[in-house]
């Protein structure tokens, strides 16, 4: 037993450089496999909104803190987000329980979303396209495959993204205990925007 | 009986009451779900998460799961272990080759074959999850994988199919026309592989396809192809036109993605995530209904659906393995506001609509499009009215019965209400039943039969005048208590009676049939007809009869009825006969007698309803009320046609398994051999019953519920184990599994054994008898040889030469000195006595011997004097030492004698000396006679033969000029 809580301490420690850096490498290789292309997408400014609509309880977080990219000739993506950074909880008191108790944000730092957006886009023409992008989404290190649409308005040298799409907390092991299960609802409507703006690899 | 309890109401209504208007609204719209039976893969294990279903050849059913694989026999869970490196392994594809032998695919890409008990890995080229897999022709496995495409394994090895447009394939199958079919995320893939060189085509939107993702393919046996899409739905598809369509009522889908399709008769049942299941009728009405959390379906994910060989459907979602009897039974349950129990009355019209009758008042319940609910008879005047019987006539009026207040004729577009009773020409006001032909309707009343003749004229038909002929006792059904009518399709009128059997009317005649079974009350509550033209009625507990215009055959519960608390009777579209009961629904086909029973196992029981609730429509649905709402029951399976599969599991010895199915020898001390077998039958595995036998022991079948048998102590010898299961008891049509195996006999029992104990056995007696043989001639021969020796000694001693001899030399000795004769006739006497002592026995010691010769010698020195001399060189202590043949030495001697000629010149020397062999021999000097003495001819002879016999060294005899020498070998005393 004793063995067994110093290793969990060890992964704690641990685990934040992991995911760091593989989120990099997600990065890292997205830009190598377009090593032609030179130019990508880069989240310039981003607006994460959540909401837990329980019946007792309604809860409410934003996050301005995504990073992220898009391959414009391969379609790829990466997009990650710290845990820690939603903010605009009702209290600090639920500040806390939603990191501590519920995305162990200390262990588990990022929400990742990486793969491949499946419909047609042209990111050289100008005009709003409904595309699905088709990945996994990691959340407290459980992934599991989505496919979420989304709206892009596509700009010159650079487009909006706008997504509104729901996560199950039980598809990323996320368990509320039975006593709150009036103050958290199963499903977290989630609502994302985004401006990615192009920009040279060097 | 329970009608009679009513009592007549005194205070009837005179007036016939028109109504001017009549208030009808929607109420309500139900939804309804079919009955699902919610099973758990592993109970202790909440975290399983089956991926796919498939059900083998044998009938069983699996699961492939995230945890391993699962079996499932209708009463168990069997986890199949598949573990490669005690790692578990997830489960995501199934199929069964040519061969029948099983094939599993794995989330880590391996694949494993199911052979003799064990799963082998097959090597395989990717580590992507094998999403599935499909058997194609001339034995090609083709598997599509999650991120690396398709690949197929023929005789020459893998393949990869190059160049998709996407590695993602979601699921893989087989056209009739052999093409094979990918859904992947950008179109959907048709892949020829007729032709030599692989060539594929890709649909996506460009080509109409209304989505890219296809994540499931169904394709109908005449070439239809059916897409089940991520956003759009679903769409069918023409390989020959190209063309997609999607149904009408499907055009905006918002149900979310298609995990599965299952297809039923009429039906499509599409599985979705997040969303339950969506049932959609692509024949006839083209409903589309959902079992979703809205509809009380609590389960949303399906990650899996087939359809079971007893036309039931398997629902896969997360840890849950659901069953349901698809669109065989629907159970539409009571609402907030209608309660669908205690329905007193059920009837279909010619629209499809179903009138309802229950305390609350009348419903007319439009199942087929929305579920929309009407009430009518809203009036407050009508609260109370008790509905017992509803009909629709040819000219579309309903009519309905009641207790007390006579009868109702209802025009359903406007609600006028017209009500018939005493007053009107009806002898009683309580109808309990109402059925009717062309311008003929009849009323089974509580007071006879009544009736109704419809005017000619619509005007009047319209208006509502009616006459009424009543029919009573005597002249009618026999009974005044009539509880139901059916016309037949001959056009006759079949009367039920409460205590006179059925009455038939006929040709303006009532003809009573009570007198069919004696014994027993005859009171008959429902009629029927099978398509052969017989009659089935059910009475008050002894259960259903069948007549065919002659005789009367009962059929209770020792034929097969469940139940003998029968509610009603009706047949379906194959013309079985459906008696719906209590405990459920028996159907019987009426040609085989076979029965089948739906009960619990499928969700209803208690089906306790009234006489009435019981109605066919025109599309073959079955309406029963019953205490948990209004059941819809479709009976499109012929129940003849299938029986339960049955497989012997396992066999135990001594209760311990182990032995597995391959092994059939076993040893003469493992003879308690036990049998576990099933007949899978998912519907009732309760029900199935099992009969079997041990061929080798009887020939008997016998007859159990148990599934397991044991026999104890069985001799050896060969068997055959045979079991065969039926769900209804009745083996019409059964399905055999044996089981050969031999005991063997114990050793000792062994042919072979006995055959070589008997060859050894022989073999050491003939070696045995030989040796005995030998033996006995051995002695038999010592004995002869002796007995020649001693007689030819005798007669040697006895010879006359020798006595006239010893005598002359007596005589002359008396002469001479009496005292030396007398020492000459002791010692003829001595020699005598030893020759009589020693003759019999085998050996003699050698002082014994020498004394002999020594007496010899005295008496023939007596006669030849000094010219015969012997001498003795033998060591003293030789003398009680050895042995040897009596009268031997002295025989040699004698011979030497009588061979020689004695003189005074021809001197005899004899020297019987020892040497170092431990042997005597016997010198003397040859001095021939001119005439030899006739010979006996068994001195020497006899001597080398006796030695022969006693010891294993020769006597050795050396002739020379000069000498006469002959060894004989010593016996050393033992």
């Known amino acids: 037993m004793k063995q067994s809580i110093s290793k969990h301490s060890l992964n704690i420690r641990i685990k934040p450089f992991c995911i760091y850096f593989t989120t990099v490498l997600i990065v890292g290789c997205l830009c190598t496999f377009s090593a032609e292309a030179q130019e990508m997408f880069f989240i310039k400014e981003s607006k994460i909104f959540f909401e837990s609509d329980a019946p007792l309880e309604i809860i409410k977080a934003v996050s301005t803190d995504m990073r992220g990219v898009i391959d414009p000739t391969l379609h790829t993506f990466g997009f990650s987000i710290a845990s820690l950074s939603f903010k605009g909880f009702n209290s600090e008191l639920q500040r806390r329980h939603f990191n501590e108790n519920y995305l162990e944000s200390e262990k588990y730092p990022e929400i990742t979303f990486t793969g491949k957006i499946i419909d047609e886009i042209d990111f050289t023409k100008p005009g709003i396209y409904s595309v699905r992008a088709k990945g996994m989404l990691t959340i407290k290190g459980i992934s599991h495959e989505r496919i979420i649409r989304s709206v892009v308005e596509v700009k010159t040298n650079s487009f909006e993204l706008k997504s509104k799409f729901d996560i199950l907390l039980d598809d990323h092991n996320i368990r509320i205990p039975r006593i709150v299960y009036q103050k958290i609802a199963p499903t977290i409507q989630i609502v994302m925007n985004a401006v990615l703006q192009l920009q040279k690899i060097q | ?974």
């Open chain 2, 1 to 974: 009986m329970q009608f009679c309890n009513y009592k007549k109401s005194s205070n009837v209504k005179r007036i016939l009451l028109i109504l001017s208007f009549f208030i009808c609204f929607a109420i309500n719209t139900i939804a309804s779900i079919p009955y699902f039976k919610a099973l758990e893969v592993d109970r202790e294990n909440n975290n399983v998460h089956i991926n796919i279903l498939f059900q083998d050849h044998e009938g069983y059913v699996w699961t492939g799961t995230d945890h391993g694989l699962y079996r499932y026999d209708g009463f168990l869970f069997s986890h199949i272990d598949v573990a490669v490196n005690d790692s578990i392994e997830n489960i995501t594809a199934i199929v069964e080759d040519a061969n029948n032998s099983m094939l599993i695919g794995m989330q880590n890409g391996g694949i494993m074959r199911f052979e003799k008990n064990k799963f082998i890995s097959i090597k395989s080229p990717f580590t992507s999850p094998v999403r599935k897999m499909i058997q194609g022709k001339d034995g090609v496995l083709w598997v599509a994988t999650y991120g690396e495409g398709i690949f197929y394994l023929n005789n020459l090895g893998w393949h990869r199919i190059a160049g998709l447009p996407d590695p993602f394939i979601y699921t893989i199958v087989t056209h009739p026309s052999g093409v094979i079919l990918a859904g992947t995320d950008l179109g959907f893939v048709v892949i020829d592989p007729r032709e030599k060189q692989l060539h594929y085509k890709v649909y996506d939107t460009r080509n109409g396809l209304p989505d890219n993702l296809v994540r499931e393919i169904y394709c109908e046996k005449n070439g239809d192809i059916w897409l089940g899409m991520q956003e759009k739905g679903i769409c069918k598809f023409n390989l020959e036109t190209k063309q997609f369509s999607i149904p009408e009522n499907l055009l905006n889908w918002n149900y979310g993605s298609i995990t599965c399709m299952a297809r039923l008769d009429n039906e499509f049942w599409i599985g979705t995530s997040g969303n339950g299941i969506i049932d959609f009728e692509f024949q006839g009405d083209k409903r589309v209904r959902t079992f979703s959390k809205k509809e009380g379906f609590s389960y949303s994910n399906i990650n899996d659906m087939i359809r079971g060989r007893e036309g039931s459907i398997w629902v896969a979602s997360e840890n849950k393995l659901l069953m349901s009897t698809g669109e065989k039974f629907e159970i539409i349950p009571s609402d907030n506001t209608i309660l669908f129990d205690s329905i007193h009355a059920i009837t279909t019209d010619r629209n499809g609509y179903i009138w309802i009758s229950n305390n609350q008042g009348l419903f007319k319940y439009d199942y087929t499009v929305n579920g929309q609910i009407k009430k009518y008879l809203t009036e407050a005047k009508y609260k109370n009215l008790h509905i017992v019987s509803i009909y629709e006539d040819e000219s579309g009026y309903i009519w309905l019965g009641t207790f007390d207040n006579g009868l109702f004729r209802l025009e359903p577009n406007s609600g006028n209400v017209k009500r018939y009773s005493i007053d009107q020409g009806l002898r009683n006001a309580n109808v309990i039943a109402i059925n009717g032909s062309e311008d003929k309707i009849w009323l089974a009343t509580l007071g006879g039969v009544t009736l109704c003749e419809k005017p000619n004229d619509l005007l009047e038909e319209a208006k509502g005048n009616y006459k009424f002929i009543n029919y009573s006792d005597n002249e009618g059904p026999g009974s005044i208590f009539v509880y139901c009518v059916y016309i037949d399709k001959r056009g006759r009128v079949w009367f039920g009676t409460d205590g006179k059997g059925i009455t038939v009317y006929e040709n303006g005649k009532f003809t009573s049939y009570h007198d069919f079974d004696k014994s027993r009350g005859k009171v008959v509550y429902s009629i029927t007809e099978d398509h052969e033209g017989n009659i089935w009625f059910s009475t008050l507990n002894h259960g259903v009869y069948r007549f065919d215009g002659k005789n009367f055959r009962n059929f209770g519960l020792s034929s097969g009825l469940k139940d003998l608390n029968i509610s009603g009777l009706t047949t379906d579209r194959a013309g079985n006969i459906i008696i719906v009961h209590q405990r459920g629904i028996d159907i019987l086909h009426p040609q085989t007698f076979e029965w089948e029973y739906l009960g619990k196992e499928v969700g209803i029981e208690s089906l306790d309803c009234d006489l009435n609730a019981i109605s066919r429509d025109f599309k073959n649905n079955i309406w029963i009320g019953s205490q948990h709402g209004l059941i819809r029951f479709v009976n499109n399976s012929i129940t003849t046609d299938h029986q339960p599969e049955t497989h012997i599991q396992k066999t135990y010895t001594f209760m311990k398994p182990g032995a597995g199915l391959n092994d059939s020898i076993f040893k003469y001390n493992q003879n308690q051999i036990s049998f576990e077998y099933i007949g899978l039958w998912y519907s009732n595995p309760e029900a199935v019953s099992y009969r079997f036998r041990l061929i080798g022991l009887s020939n008997k079948w016998i007859n159990t519920h148990d599934r397991i048998v044991t026999y104890p102590n069985l001799p050896p010898g060969n068997y055959r184990f045979e079991v065969m299961s039926s769900f209804n008891n009745q083996f019409l049509h059964p399905k055999i599994d044996h089981f050969n195996f031999r005991i063997r006999k114990p050793i000792y029992k062994e042919t072979w054994f006995i055959l070589a104990l008997t060859l050894v056995g022989s073999i050491g007696l003939f070696w045995f008898l030989r040796d005995r043989e030998l033996r006995f001639r051995r002695i038999e021969s010592l004995k002869k040889e002796k007995i020649e020796y001693q007689f030819a000694t005798l007669k040697s001693q006895v010879n006359p030469h020798f006595l006239f001899n010893s005598f002359n030399t007596l005589i002359s000795i008396i002469e001479e000195d009496s005292t030396k004769a007398v020492t000459y006739v002791e010692n003829l006497s001595d020699y005598f006595r030893n020759m009589i002592q020693h003759r019999d026995k085998d050996t003699v010691l050698l002082s014994e011997e020498l004394e002999m010769v020594k007496t010899y010698f005295f008496l023939q020195q007596k006669r030849f004097g000094n010219n015969l001399s012997l001498e003795f060189n033998i060591p003293n202590s030789w003398k009680s030492k050895y042995q040897l043949p009596p009268l031997s030495l002295q025989l040699l001697i004698e011979n030497a004698v009588k061979h020689n000629a004695v003189s005074y010149e021809t001197k005899l020397k004899i020297t019987v000396s020892a040497t170092d062999r431990e042997s005597l021999l016997i010198v003397n000097n040859l001095n021939p006679k001119l005439f030899p003495d006739k010979s006996t001819g068994i001195g020497l002879e006899n001597i080398i033969s006796r030695f022969r016999i006693l010891t294993p060294n020769d006597v050795k005899i050396l002739r020379t000029e000069t000498e006469f020498k002959v060894e004989i070998p010593l016996i050393l005393l033992s």
